[in-house]
């Protein structure tokens, strides 16, 4: 039956869609020492739902009394621009998702929808993209890249870094292993993942110590191709808290949650190839991004230079 699985996702990858199965990983010989697993844990310091909800709200609130004053006293906010506006430099580095990947209108995906977005809040006048995000990029290849200073000049004058990563390293496992997956390979390539993830933000920030980096969570794909639950499930929010810990640990990072997003196709997220997302799909993206943006506070981060507030 495996086999036919198998057999089945191979098809499907030829045909443009995909689909997965994994065996569940026998338990390891010397578990991690609970305290350890506890200590881990309590270091991530990622907003509850709740949370997010209840911050979401406040910015909710503001934007409706902004709207409110626009009404009363005939303002243009979205036009109005602080006396000492100034520009913004967005590097933004990563894989497909960055690059735009299956956005038909051809706007880069959420990158040129995000710079749009700032632009238009009044301690910006301009925002400068420069996107060197590639298709299939992994994680050992930006790594090399920075490392070897690809990026030295556009990450010192940067003001805004944003950086999709983590997807391409899970489909190198599947694409390596197709007819005996167990998830015991993919927590063992997590463990280097999260090491080159960590070494690329020292990177950066041996360049630029102080420029806010937006880390974007991935999704998992599959779950459009069957309602069953899989272990990918489980695989895609390891890897996604796993970056969320780096976020955690960077005094000016951010993560940005996103596989909620991309669960199922209903409100056609995606594009024809079943992988990457849509404009739709980029619009909810930069609109999340937007959000957490505010959430984790980015005027602090970046000084006032990306200042959304009146």
């Not at 639950?229 to 960077?250: G, H, K, L, R, V």
């Not at 056609?268 to 959000?291: E, K, L, W």
Request: charged share 30%; net charge negative; with cysteine.
């Amino acid at each position: 039956m495996w086999r036919l699985l198998a057999t089945a996702f191979l098809a499907a990858i030829l045909s443009g869609c995909n689909y997965i199965t994994i065996d569940e990983a026998q338990p390891a010989n010397n578990p991690p020492d609970e305290e350890s697993v506890e200590e881990q844990t309590e270091q991530i310091e990622v907003y509850t739902p709740e949370e997010i909800a209840e911050q979401l709200e406040e910015v909710e609130e503001k934007s409706k009394l902004k709207e409110l004053m626009e009404s009363v006293f005939q303002l243009e906010w979205g036009t109005r621009k602080e006396t000492d506006a100034e520009p913004i430099q967005y590097l933004a580095l990563g894989d497909s998702l960055t690059r735009g990947i299956g956005d038909e209108t051809g706007k880069y995906g959420y990158t040129k929808r995000l710079s749009k977005a700032i632009e238009e809040w009044p301690a910006v006048s301009e925002v400068e993209l420069d996107n060197r995000g590639k298709n299939g990029r992994r994680s050992d290849q930006l790594l090399s890249l920075v490392k070897k200073g690809h990026y030295d000049e556009e990450l010192a004058e940067a003001d805004l870094v944003t950086v999709t990563m983590g997807g391409n390293d899970v489909m190198k496992i599947v694409k390596k292993d197709l007819f005996s997956l167990k998830k015991e390979m993919f927590d063992k390539e997590m463990l280097k993942f999260e090491k080159r993830y960590r070494k690329i933000v020292e990177e950066i920030r041996k360049r630029n110590s102080e420029v806010p980096i937006i880390l974007i969570g991935f999704y998992n794909p599959f779950s459009i191709i069957t309602d069953e639950y899989t272990p990918f499930e489980t695989i895609i929010d390891e890897w996604n808290m796993t970056i969320a810990q780096i976020a955690s640990d960077d005094q000016n990072a951010c993560f940005v949650p996103t596989s909620d997003l991309f669960e199922t196709n209903e409100e056609m997220v995606y594009h024809t190839d079943f992988f990457h997302p849509n404009a739709s799909g980029y619009d909810r993206m930069t609109t999340r991004i937007i959000q957490y943006m505010k959430v984790c506070d980015i005027e602090e981060m970046s000084t006032g230079r990306i200042g959304f507030e009146e």
